[in-house]
């Protein structure tokens, strides 16, 4: 399992808020295709964040700060604003501000008995000045 947070961060985290943003783009009526097209990613992948078989390790839908975040980008996308690049940085903000608000601490401590999330301080160390 992974100890490194970049790993974890690659391997958990962005799968979950790519998750929520296909499902936000899905109640928006945006087809599964076009939502494929626009993340840059296989029509089977959004299949399977739609049926919750990827990106369903983190729950982060009960945190506002996040979803709120999520909405933003989603809403950008649906309008055609955030695409490439642009997209990448967003959605990687999305995942900065999880870890950096210490709302990985729990699973970092799963697949890593040594992290104690109540005196971990990773996160918020690397990534709270890298987030706008």
């Known amino acids: 399992m992974p100890k490194n947070i970049f790993e974890l961060a ?5 799968p979950s808020i790519k998750r929520l943003i296909v499902l936000k783009l899905v ?27 990827r990106g369903m390790f983190l729950d982060v839908s009960k945190n506002p700060g ?5 909405e933003q ?3 950008k996308i649906a309008r055609g604003e955030l695409e490439g690049v642009s ?6 903000k999305v995942v ?6 210490k709302h990985v601490c729990g699973l970092h401590k799963l697949v ?21």
Request: glycine fraction near 4%; aromatic fraction near 6%.
């Open 10 to 14: 690659y391997r958990y985290v962005e």
């Open 27 to 53: 109640e928006k009526n945006i087809p599964p295709i076009a939502i494929a097209e626009k993340l840059g990613v296989s029509p089977s992948l959004v299949s399977r964040y739609m049926k919750g078989e």
């Open 66 to 70: 996040i979803m709120e975040r999520v």
């Open 73 to 75: 980008v989603s809403e």
């Open 87 to 92: 997209l990448q940085i967003e959605v990687n």
């Open 96 to 101: 900065l501000k999880t870890l950096a608000d």
């Open 112 to 132: 890593d008995e040594t992290v104690n999330p109540v005196t971990c301080n990773i996160c918020p160390t690397l990534f709270a000045g890298a987030i706008k």
